[in-house]
Nanobody, 123 residues
C-alpha cells in the first residue's frame, strides 16, 4: 500500500511559482504511475499532470501545458509538480495520486490518494 502526502501549497500572487511535493510512505513509488489532480470549489476534480513509473511518459492538462512540470525522484520516493506563471484560475486543492494502470487522466484509475494541499493564487 502507498500513502501519498502532499506539501508545498500556499498563497501566492499571480505570476509566481510554487513547487508541490508528494512523498510516499509504505510501498515505494517507483512501481506506480503518479498523477496530480486539483479541485476548485464547486468544480469536479480534474487531472493536472501524470507521469509513468519510469518517468518516460508524461501528460498535462491543456490549461497547464508549458507552465507546470511533473517529475519524480524514485530514490527519494517523491514526486513533484513545479508550477510557474500561476494564475488565479489555478486556485484549488491539489491532490497527489498513485496507481498501477499506467498514466491515466481519470481519477477513478488511481488507487491511492493524499489529503491534498491548498494552492491559492491571488493579488
Amino acid at each position: 500500500q502507498v500513502q501519498p502526502v502532499e506539501s508545498g501549497g500556499g498563497l501566492v500572487q499571480p505570476g509566481a511559482s510554487l513547487r508541490l511535493s508528494c512523498a510516499a510512505s509504505g510501498r515505494a513509488l517507483s512501481s506506480t504511475s503518479m498523477g496530480w489532480f486539483r479541485q476548485a470549489p464547486g468544480k469536479e476534480r480534474e487531472i493536472v499532470a501524470g507521469l509513468s513509473y519510469t518517468g518516460s511518459t508524461a501528460l498535462y492538462a491543456d490549461s497547464v501545458k508549458g507552465r507546470f512540470t511533473i517529475s519524480r525522484d524514485n530514490a527519494k520516493n517523491t514526486v513533484y509538480l513545479q508550477m510557474n506563471s500561476l494564475k488565479p484560475e489555478d486556485t484549488a486543492v491539489y491532490y497527489c495520486a498513485a496507481g498501477y494502470r499506467g498514466v491515466q487522466v481519470s481519477a477513478s484509475r488511481y488507487d491511492y490518494w493524499g489529503q491534498g494541499t491548498q494552492v491559492t493564487v491571488s493579488s
